[in-house]
């Protein structure tokens, strides 16, 4: 009996010690926005108070300047720039990497014990898990693989980055485009023969058993008194979608939007609200010359309507452009603006990038 207290009580002191020795770095993709730094500065007390060093979160924002790299959002410029420097300096079986959104809140401890089930010497890729049950652009039309809750964070372990480095050496990035990095990530590794393993512990909402989860930024976000009439939302269409897309459009968010919406097109229509663009900019619009291969890609309208809207719509402080595909919360976009200085020269959206090689 005696024996058998003796091990566990050993097994646990090794287990103890295995914990503690996790090398745990957390990178936020923070880009310095006030509302951001106020939710890492939460992350980094949390840290501290767990007894952590401050240096082991690295936002985004500070490595940008360190590195002089304006693609880590794309995961792996910040992958190589980074865990190329250390991998000489220390065995990257020893380490984990997890990847954290400015949303994304986190337990120390509890992160501790979660990557302590598993040997970081292995290639191990842990998150809460996605499957797509629908074809989309932004997954170039492609249902697997499965990705990680992005909010919640996803843990790459040192024998990962070990192989993902040895990857990216053999095959580097490209010139190509990124629409969705989490998901690239995924394919790439994907094609490795590495796949992500669902782990409850990365959660949506705040519960005891969870490593990290997803908090709302609201309480961190400023107001600067924005008005609805201060805003207006402008939708780019073609008149071959007036009768199939805006319907839709008004009947989903735009007829009952609180903010004004135009809708800019080549041509005018029944309503007051569609702005025949052409009579201002003729060709620029006109989807036979600016929408093929010869074409702008489009950028020929959106000069255009960003002309239209300095010249006729001067005193808004936003203007927002969005397709006629696109589905708008109206109130939550407000929240959003509301959240940032208009007096600054600011441009949101959703990034994409091409380009950001290693």
Known sequence: MWFGFRLAFLLLLRCIRWVSAVDITLYVRSQGLVHQTGALNEVLAAVVDAGWSHTTVVSMKEAEEELKHSGLWSYFPWIWQTEKKRFGKRSAGERWVVFLEAATMVDPKALELLLAQYDAREPWYLGRSLQDDQMSIIHHYQQEPAYPLVHAGFALSGGLLKKLLKDLEEKPVGSGQQIEPVWELASRLGKMGIFITHHEGFCREPR?????????????????????????????????????????????????????????SNTGGDEAKIIDLSVDFGDMVDPKKESNKQGSGHCTKMQAILRYLHRFEPDRRWYVVTDDDTLVNVPRLLRVLDSHDDREAIYLGERYGWSHMQ
């Open 208 to 264: 005891p058993h969870c490593a990290t989860w997803v908090r709302p930024l609201d309480r961190f976000r400023a107001t600067q008194g924005l008005r609805p009439e201060e805003v207006v939302i402008a939708v780019k269409t073609v008149d071959k979608f007036h009768p199939i897309r805006l319907p839709l459009l008004k009947e989903f968010w735009a007829d009952e939007s609180i903010v004004q919406v135009l809708y800019m």
